[in-house]
């Protein structure tokens, strides 16, 4: 079991009236590691996201302990981030994030089930 910190990425959806879970950021407070994953890869999110961690392999500095905090604090325009959470779990990170936002897109993202 390793610690996985996490949040949700939400986009507005007008056929929904609501938001959509649409990808997960995950960190890896262990070794720095840190992933992200969007159902749809060529989404707008996606691309902003690519280009966040592209800068940050680039500068080769190690990843910030908060992270997670600074970027679920930048959502876009018509999108929202959950809270910062923290979860114990073996899977790898796109299984993990396959399974928070089937979780996420019931309403009942409860990390525990993760």
């Known amino acids: 079991m390793r610690l996985l910190r996490y949040f949700v990425d939400y986009r507005y959806d007008d056929a929904l009236g609501g938001f959509k879970p649409i990808g997960v950021w995950m960190h890896n407070p262990a070794d720095g590691d840190v992933d992200i994953f969007y ?62 936002l089937s979780k996420a897109s019931a309403g009942d993202l409860d990390e525990s089930h993760i």
């Open 39 to 100: 159902e749809a890869p060529e989404c707008p999110e996606a691309d902003d996201a690519n280009w966040i961690l592209n800068r940050l392999v680039e500068s080769g500095l190690k990843t910030p302990d908060d992270f997670l905090e600074f970027h679920a604090a930048r959502a876009g325009y018509r999108g929202m981030r959950g809270p910062v959470r923290e979860t114990e779990t073996e899977r790898g990170y796109e299984a993990f994030a396959k399974s928070a």
